[in-house]
């Protein structure tokens, strides 16, 4: 996340890095993290990385102009970090402005609140049929319990048409 500061590149973490700071922790293979980008900036930005990491710049730019997702490959390590390209729909705009910081791994980065951890878990286990998803999106709710938008949440439940998990979450959660 430093390299993407040092470049000017807003961005956040999402998935499950986002369901680990508002629920229970699982481990993870990967980190999802929504950036919002340029041309120059995110070339800057692939050239930062040196040779420590794998990286397409040729997937990167086709991602940026589609809005869809590229990564990069921790080579000693083998983690990958999964950047996605901010979409320009409404709820990906809004989801981005409502970034919280948080103090991790020794330093305040940028995730996404649990409001939208949870539509976004609930959106993902919607496309693939995942229960995992779901219950990532359940953990989120059942600890931010007390502190949820619950209004924010049914808004773009019905705007995602994801309304359905929604109201099942909120009955396994009480």
């Not at 980190?31 to 070339?43: F, K, Q, S």
């Not at 901010?86 to 990906?92: A, L, M, T």
């Not at 951890?117 to 993902?124: D, G, P, R, S």
Request: glycine residues 4%; contains cysteine; charged residues 30%.
């Amino acid at each position: 996340m430093s390299k993407l500061d040092e470049c000017g590149i807003p961005y956040m973490i999402t998935g499950s890095f986002a369901s680990n700071i508002h629920g229970l922790p699982r481990a993870t293979q990967d980190a999802d993290v929504i950036i919002e980008a340029e041309e120059r900036t995110l070339e800057r930005f692939l050239e930062s990385l040196g040779q420590a990491f794998y990286r397409s710049k040729e997937a990167a730019m086709d991602a940026l102009a589609r809005e869809q997702m590229f990564n990069v490959v921790h080579l000693e390590t083998g983690f990958k970090v999964d950047l996605i390209i901010r979409k320009s729909r409404p709820f990906s705009r809004m989801e981005f402005s409502r970034r919280q910081p948080a103090f991790y791994l020794g330093a305040n980065r940028w995730f996404a609140t649990a409001e939208d951890t949870i539509l976004a878990k609930l959106e993902w286990s919607k496309a693939s049929g995942s229960e995992r998803q779901f219950n990532d999106a359940l953990n989120v709710a059942k600890l931010q319990r007390d502190n949820l938008d619950r209004p924010y949440l049914e808004k773009w439940a019905k705007e995602l048409s994801i309304m359905d998990l929604l109201e099942i979450l909120f009955k396994e959660m009480d």
